[in-house]
């Protein structure tokens, strides 16, 4: 299984952009990456994933570079409620337990 | 659609103690997950089933079975509780592999 490293925490202020880059050295040729975001006291929810080069949705944008080495998740324009724990999963595979995550603390 | 419910939301269990956690999902999804969360800490998945019928063991199996009752249905059973499984339990499905999760609210577990 590929093994994710990651920030433990960032802080940011509202109406910034922030991105969190995610390691992954020994990614697969079959593996996605996937992001998640979990607020305190509730289970973790989907974000975004991608293969390679870039994935924008409503909610994030998923930079990836041609190695697929490691993978930058971007917030554009993160208010309060952008608070929250990251995590950066990597693989289809079913054996995937989370990290410890990116806690992103975002002030006014 | 109600998506993945789990009961119960809270338990206190004294050491010794059996339990089963309940999780159910609508969506039609194979394969279910029960994680723990220790404060502070990530997910670890302690059992996952792929399809109905089988279950496989996670990282962090010892002390819990599963039985996955029907495409619906995946609990977690604890047969003698430890202070060390004091923990969030969360449960969560997904159609496929590759596909995203769906997590459940979770159960919040005291040991004592």
């Known amino acids: 299984l590929a093994k994710t490293t990651q920030p433990i925490s960032m802080d940011s202020y509202e109406g910034q952009e922030v991105n969190i880059t995610c390691s992954h050295n020994?990614?697969?040729?079959?593996?996605?990456i996937t992001w998640y975001q979990q607020f305190p006291s509730q289970g973790p929810r989907f974000i975004i994933q991608?293969?390679?080069t870039k994935v924008t949705n409503e909610v994030a944008s998923l930079f990836i570079p041609a190695d697929r080495k490691s993978s930058t998740l971007s917030l554009p324009r993160v208010s309060l409620s952008d608070t929250a724990v990251y995590y950066c999963?990597?693989?289809?595979?079913?054996?995937?337990?989370f990290g410890a995550g990116t806690t992103v603390t975002v002030r006014a | 659609n109600a998506g993945v419910t789990q009961t119960p939301k809270f338990q206190v269990l004294k050491t010794g103690q059996s339990m089963t956690l309940q999780c159910a999902q609508d969506?039609?999804?194979?394969?279910m997950y029960w994680y723990r969360q220790d404060p502070g800490m990530g997910l670890r998945l302690i059992y996952y089933?792929?399809?109905?019928?089988?279950?496989d063991k996670g990282e962090v199996p010892n002390g819990y079975n599963v039985s996955r009752l029907n495409k619906r249905e995946f609990s977690l059973r604890l047969e003698s509780a430890a202070p060390s499984q004091t923990s969030v339990y969360f449960c969560?499905?997904?159609?496929?592999?590759?596909?995203?999760?769906?997590f459940g609210p979770g159960t919040r577990l005291t040991v004592t």
């Open positions: 969560a499905s997904r159609a496929g592999t590759g596909d995203e999760q769906y």
């Open positions: 089933s792929a399809s109905e019928g089988t279950t």
């Open positions: 969506m039609n999804h194979n394969s």
């Open positions: 999963l990597v693989g289809p595979d079913y054996k995937l337990s």
């Open positions: 991608g293969y390679k």
């Open positions: 020994n990614i697969a040729t079959n593996d996605y």
